[in-house]
Structures are given as C-alpha cells and as structure tokens.
C-alpha cells in the first residue's frame, strides 16, 4: 500500500484515540502497536521496549525535569506576587502600566519556569484582582494573564524548545537563544495594544487613570526595596542565558546548576527549607515530569512506527515536490499547526509533527532554528484559544465570575499579535536566527 495511504489510515486513528479522552501517551502508544501489528507484523512488537528506551536515552532530556524543577520551586513561593508588585512599582505612572506590569511579570516568570499555566497561574492569581480593582474591564484583565502566560513555552529556558531539538536533532542550546529576541517581540506587541486599549476605552477622566488613585505614590526607596527580591531570580536567568551563548555549559547542565541556585535562593528569601514544602516540590516536579517523559517515549515511538513504514519520507518528497513557492507550502503548515495546537497542547504536538516537518523545512531551504521558534509562536495561540486552551481554564478559575466567552473576547486581540509576530518573524527571520549565528560553539551544541 502507498505509504500516503497508510499516513492517513494511521492520523485518522490517532484523532479517534486522542479525542477519545484517553492520556496522549497511552493514546498514541495504543496507536503505535495496532498499526505496528497490523502493517508490520506481530513480530515486531519485540522491538516496542528497546524503541522506548532509545526514545529517552538522551541526555537532552535531563534538562527537562531539572526546568521543570526550576519552575516548581519558583512557583511555590511568592516569586509571582514579588515580580508583579516590582513591575507595577515602577510602571505604575506610565498609561496602562498595571496591565503592561503583568506582562512583564509574565515574560520574567515564563524565563524562571518555561511553563505557561504556570506563569498564567502564578501571576494571574495577583494581576487580575489588582487589574479589575483598579478599571480594567473583566475580560480585558483576563486577557492580559491569558496571553502573558503564552511566553512561558518561548522564552528560555523552554521545555518545548529542548522537546523540538531532540526530535529534530537540532541544538537546544540555539533553540534557546533562538527565543529571546521573538520573546522580546511578542512582550513588546502585548504591552503596546494594552497602552492602545487605555488610551482609547479605559482613560475616563484627567485624573492619574488606569484606575491608580492619583495619591498613590511609591518612594524609590520603595521600588529598590521590591527590585532587591527578584534581583537574584533575574541573575540567575541572566548566568544561564550567557553559559548557553558563550559555549560553556551544555542546556543540562545550566538547569542543573540554575535548579540548585533557585532552591538555595527560595531557602533564603522565602524560607521555603521546611521538609513538607520540600516534599511538596519534589512530588510534583516528579509527577510532572513523569508525565511529559511518557509523552516524550510514547511521541517517539510513533514517530518511529512512521519512519520504518516510510510516511515521514514520502510526505516530505511529496512536500518538497510540490511546484508552489515553498511560501505558500510554509503558509499551509502554519494552518496546520494552528488548527491541531487548538487540539494537542505543545509538547505532544511537536513531538507528533517535528520529526515529519523537519525534512520538509530543511528540504525547502528553511533554517530548522527559525522553525523551531515559528512552530512554538504558532502552538502558543493553541494556549489561548479552545477547546484545550489550557490558559483560558487556568484563568476562568482564578475568575470563576467571568464567563469563558469573556475569557476569550479578552484574548482574541492577542491572539491576533501572535499571528502577526509570526509574519514579523518570517519577514525578518534574523529575529530568530542572529543571535545563535553568533553563539561560540562548544559544549552547548549537542
């Protein structure tokens, strides 16, 4: 049978599995052996163990659960609350400062823990009482948390980025960088339609608006106060980001030692040494973990079933065969991707479709690391838009009053940003593609 043919026998199955509700790792590992059974014999299944170990036995994976780590630890505490009051401090005289104070929080917080609900959560749980005490409109408050949480999956360090560089075989350590100046964009383009919105819906009189009362006043003493708590997480991110551009250390090892310095600062600022909280932290970075490693073998073990069946190979000749400009065949894998990250949340979706589109990119004449970043911008608006969206339910929960329609007017708007970040980032693909140019090449390149 044309290996085409088999391509869709074995997507549709995958939708009916992976809409059937099933976890995704058990789904598409339920997939992997009906169609391994039924297209390559009963024999095979012997290798499904040895193709599960060979699926995790990298050591780009370790950065995983260490960011992950990272990321729990952070947001067991009130690193979140801290950020945002030290933003809104000294943005809080600028027109529509509150809103742009969460977005910087959410850029920061995404950088310390690479997890968008997460971020979402942690500095939604303190935005969005301030935002709608002090004016905003609900679904606009809600909107704001929604879109800042998306930046949690692009700026480093990323658990995305490391899953699409050990699919693709591509640097981690230039994914990374990779992310920073689009990161940079997209915080930019939110914190700009928020001062349009103030400008034109939320200024209701002459007075110090965005709903600040005009006798609130915060002494520099005050913002150097609030600017001395987070300044060791933003060091930290700072010494992880120049380990990876100058060469010196590989993407583990930076989590490793950024892990170690976030629990010795948590200690420290937050007391958080007591052996219930330890516990707490360690549980759930394994419950976490365990959780996209599965994803990570069972994607793999996919991916392989499609490889040895030769569909990977034959829709990317059929790709590249194509005679359109391969802008228009980019154009068609963006809506693509758009269309299955409302569906699949990031991880599995790379995983599931990185190892497919890899040869095509290449074979078009792409730069896998600009696609790596447009891939992961495109599977942000899956974030923030149904029926997964998982920002929108984490956000509806901190807002039990705000109806999910309200959540998604709010967001919309953002929405669109992102899709035009991604035209921004495809005209401009130095966005993306400068600065690991310019990375020394040592031992983070895998």
């Known amino acids: 049978m044309d290996p085409i043919y088999i391509g869709l026998i074995v997507g549709i199955l995958a939708l009916i599995f992976l809409f059937s509700g099933m976890p995704i790792a058990f789904a598409l590992g339920t997939v ?22 060979s699926g995790t036995d990298n050591f780009g994976l370790l950065a ?4 992950i780590f990272m990321g729990i630890i952070v947001a067991s505490t009130r690193a979140g609350t801290d950020l945002y009051e030290c933003f809104h401090k000294w943005l809080h005289k600028v027109p529509g400062g509150l809103g742009m104070a969460n977005i910087v929080s959410c850029a920061v917080f995404a950088a310390l823990t690479g997890s968008s609900p997460a971020t ?46 050990i699919a693709t075989e591509t640097s981690i350590g230039k994914l990374f960088i990779a992310g920073i100046f689009p990161g ?6 939110f914190s700009l339609w928020i001062l349009f919105v103030y400008n034109k819906k939320l200024k209701k009189d002459s007075t110090d608006m965005q709903g600040e009362p005009h006798f609130v006043n915060y002494t520099f003493s005050e913002k150097l106060k609030a600017s001395v708590r987070i300044l060791p997480f933003l060091l930290i991110i700072v010494l992880v980001l120049i380990s990876l551009y100058g060469g010196w250390a590989t993407p583990s090892e930076a989590a490793g030692v950024g892990a170690f310095l976030i ?9 958080a040494y007591q052996p219930h909280q330890i516990k707490s932290i360690l549980m759930r970075t394994l419950k976490e973990s365990t959780m ?4 990570v073998a069972m994607s793999f073990l996919f991916s392989s079933v499609l490889t040895e069946l030769y569909i990977t190979q ?3 000749q059929s790709m590249v065969k194509l005679h359109v400009s391969r802008w228009v065949i980019m154009f068609f894998i963006n809506i693509m991707l758009l269309v299955i990250g409302c ?25 896998p690391i600009w696609f790596g970043v447009v891939m992961t911008v495109n599977l942000e608006v899956g974030l923030i838009t149904p029926p997964v969206g998982l920002n929108l339910y984490v956000v509806q929960g901190i807002a039990p009053d705000v109806s999910i329609d309200e959540v998604l007017k709010g967001s919309f708007p953002f929405v669109v940003i992102l899709l035009v970040s991604i035209v921004i980032i495809s005209i401009f693909p130095e966005l993306a593609t400068w600065l690991p140019r310019k990375m020394i090449t040592g031992v983070a390149s895998p």
Do not use: W
């Open 32 to 53: 992997s052996v009906i169609i391994t059974v039924i297209f390559m014999g009963p024999s095979q299944l012997n290798m499904l163990a040895e193709l599960l170990y």
């Open 64 to 67: 995983i659960p260490l960011f």
């Open 120 to 165: 979402a959560a942690a500095i939604g749980s303190t935005g969005i009482p301030e935002l709608r005490k002090r004016g905003y409109d609900p679904s606009l408050a809600c909107g704001i948390i929604t879109a800042g949480g998306t930046l949690g999956i692009l700026i480093p360090p990323s658990v995305t980025m490391i899953v699409y560089g």
């Open 184 to 189: 940079l964009l997209i915080t930019a383009l």
């Open 263 to 271: 629990m010795l600062i948590a200690m420290a600022i937050y007391r």
């Open 292 to 295: 996209i490693m599965m994803i």
């Open 314 to 316: 034959a829709v990317a």
């Open 343 to 367: 569906f699949l949340p990031p991880v599995a979706a790379i995983l599931i479709l990185a190892p497919i589109l890899h040869p095509v990119i290449v074979g078009l004449g792409f730069d």
